[in-house]
């Protein structure tokens, strides 16, 4: 798997000496952070902070830039909080956060290794990409969107991969070498596009969960279905941008592709893949004591398990296998995921320490002093996280610690609501156009362009309309009082 530096994780070009250990560490850790949801033991969690430092140590080799920043901003900030003295209860309250943000990063891997052995998810992959261009674009938005809903980056990959393996088709080699390029660009922009749109509202996001950590009595519905409504506004703005990409070639005749006979079923199978897992978790919410992230992180591991059965209960070995070989990805897997466990374990920790060091008061006079409204804070969070992640501080970390203070300084007129939103839209802005971002990185790998061609020279302009767009809603609606 590829890091967020840009480097191949061990896990994924080979063993080291230590991958073994980490890998049984990663295990410990997502155990841990299961019997945390239901006991609340210091002892359990200074057990798996004790695992979760080693396996950082040990997979320090996988650390790119983007995952070097917040580790040591995250060690700063416990430097700092030992310095003021801050109470235990802070640092246990930030180690609770670190094992969790943690522990999903490794526990949504269990649903791409189900993926893997999944036929309807190769299906769906030739259904989008054999699309005629007139329907590629929506097609491949709508897959990229779906995938990385379902199975995050392992979605982005694959269906990358199969545009990539497609641009290898007789049909495609009849191309002109312009118009070759041209369809490898616009289906890779789709992808990217429609994924970085999870990012909006989708429940088992990065972007969710660490909204919701950071912002304490923040409910989803506030915010998940006007992020799901704008992914629409954003997909058209999108297509529109491709739309004029493609006028040029319209007229020359092309080959026009098709996708196999029956590959919709696939398709319509992640489709019901999604509504159930979400469903799964709502309900786990709703009927339990529960609380929204402890429920996603209990029905994951649960649902893979369950599709990789359902996946092969007609091949050789039944279901049980299929359950085997998903766990033996799964555990493969845990030994490479040190940037991106670096990076998430930062964000859950740094937020909880800066607030207990951040003199609060002393900040809000601050801010008043200067005489910024609701509005402008809330843009400036948004335009805060877009532009630090073009210098490679990763959106999740900007993103939980502004957050986390916003909602401290209890400004009249920025709701938690506004402060959710704010990062939202930054967030899904930047995915698709900051090189140091994991997104571009694995793009990059795939696609074979690098990841200043694919994110500023090809999607800036779409990455920059759809900020402009957020920032008008989020301002429209804060001055009319609706949110």
């Known amino acids: 798997m590829l890091s967020a530096g840009g480097h191949v994780s061990p896990g994924a070009a080979g063993e080291d000496g230590s991958a073994a250990l980490r890998r049984g560490l990663m295990a410990a850790i997502m155990l841990a952070a299961l019997v945390l949801v239901f006991l609340d033991s210091r002892l359990v969690t200074g057990a798996a902070v004790a695992a979760l430092l080693l396996y950082l140590v ?22 700092a909080a030992l310095w003021r003295g801050v109470e235990a209860s802070v640092l246990w309250q930030g180690a609770d956060r670190m094992l969790f943000l943690a522990a999903l990063i490794a526990m949504l891997g269990t649903l791409r290794s189900a993926a893997a052995i999944a036929p309807e998810v ?20 709508g897959g990229g969107h779906l995938f990385g809903v379902l199975i995050n980056f392992g979605g982005l990959a694959l269906l990358l991969d199969l545009a990539t393996r497609s641009m290898d088709s007789a049909a495609a080699a009849e191309l002109p070498p312009e118009a070759r390029e041209a369809r490898l660009r616009r289906m890779t922009m789709a992808v990217v596009r429609g994924f970085s749109l999870i990012s909006l509202w989708s429940p088992f996001g990065f972007a969710t969960n660490a909204i919701l950590i950071a912002v304490p009595g923040l409910s989803y519905a506030s915010f998940g279905p006007l992020g799901f409504a704008m992914s629409f506004v954003f997909i ?4 529109l941008f491709d739309f004029l990409d493609g006028r040029r070639f319209r007229r020359l005749g092309l080959p026009r592709p098709s996708p196999p006979p029956g590959s919709w079923t696939g398709a319509a199978a992640l489709v019901g893949h999604v509504l159930a897992l979400g469903t799964a978790v709502f309900l786990l919410h709703e009927v339990t004591p529960l609380s929204f992230q402890q429920g996603l992180i209990c029905a994951v591991p649960c649902y893979a398990l369950l599709w990789a059965a359902a996946a092969t209960r007609k091949t050789q070995g039944g279901p049980a296998s299929g359950m085997a070989e998903a766990a033996r990805a799964t555990w493969t897997r845990l030994g490479g995921l040190g940037s991106e466990v670096g990076v998430f374990a930062s964000a859950g920790f740094l937020p909880v320490v800066l607030l207990a060091v951040i003199p609060v008061e002393d900040l809000r006079a601050a801010i008043s002093g200067l005489g910024l409204g609701p509005v402008a804070l809330a843009l400036g969070i948004s335009l805060s996280i877009f532009g630090l992640a073009l210098i490679g501080v990763n959106p999740i970390v900007v993103a939980s610690v502004l957050g986390a203070i916003a909602a401290q300084l209890d400004v009249p007129g920025l709701s938690d609501t506004a402060i959710a939103l704010a990062i939202t839209g ?12 994991t997104t571009l990185v694995i793009c990059s790998a795939i696609v074979g362009r690098s990841t200043t061609t694919i994110g500023l020279r090809w999607n800036g302009p779409y990455c920059l309309a759809i900020l402009a767009v957020w920032a008008l809603m989020l301002a429209g609606l804060m001055l009319a009082g609706w949110i």
């Open 58 to 79: 040990l997979a320090r080799r996988q650390f790119g830039f983007g995952a070097w920043v917040p580790v040591l901003m995250a060690l700063a900030g416990l430097v």
């Open 122 to 141: 190769h299906r769906a992959g030739l259904f989008v990409t054999g699309q005629p261009a007139s329907r590629r674009y929506l097609a491949m938005t």
């Open 236 to 239: 058209a703005i999108g297509w």
């Open 426 to 437: 930054g967030w899904t802005a930047v995915i698709g156009l900051s090189p140091f971002i």
